[in-house]
Nanobody
Framework: VQLQASGGGLVQAGDSLTLSCAAS????????VGWFRQTPGKEREFVAS????????YYADFVKGRFTISRDDAKSTNYLQMKTLKPDDTAVYYC??????????????????WGQGTLVTVSS
């Protein structure tokens, strides 16, 4: 499966932004999806994940209550809705996918397919 992340941009603290991850090449409904982010000099960190059905989600503590992950399999697209953005949320955001029907995953190694990343910059 090929993934294309989009929706990044420059926003102010407190603003909202929704990232999209469009999939192609395989039946997207068979895949769980995760979002990760990375800043220069730091490791890529887990943000949120959703299982194949959309019924199970999991969030990193630093985004709970502010970010929402969802999916629209009819459009083969996954979304990361981000609210109340903070300057610390500034990063390149990546979407990733893994085939299968079991659970949600937070580890980078669980995801064999990755998008190219989209930059989110939050100014104070």
């Amino acid at each position: 499966v090929q993934l294309q992340a989009s929706g990044g941009g420059l926003v102010q603290a407190g603003d909202s932004l929704t990232l999209s991850c469009a999939a192609s090449g395989r039946t997207f409904s068979n895949y769980g999806v995760g979002w990760f982010r990375q800043t220069p000099g730091k490791e890529r960190e887990f943000v949120a994940s959703i299982n194949w059905s959309g019924l199970s989600t999991y969030y990193a503590d630093f985004v709970k209550g502010r970010f929402t992950i969802s999916r629209d399999d009819a459009k083969s697209t996954n979304y990361l809705q981000m609210k109340t953005l903070k300057p610390d949320d500034t990063a390149v955001y990546y979407c990733a996918a893994r085939p299968g029907y079991v659970g949600v995953f937070t580890g980078r190694s669980a995801y064999p397919y990755w998008g190219q990343g989209t930059l989110v910059t939050v100014s104070s």
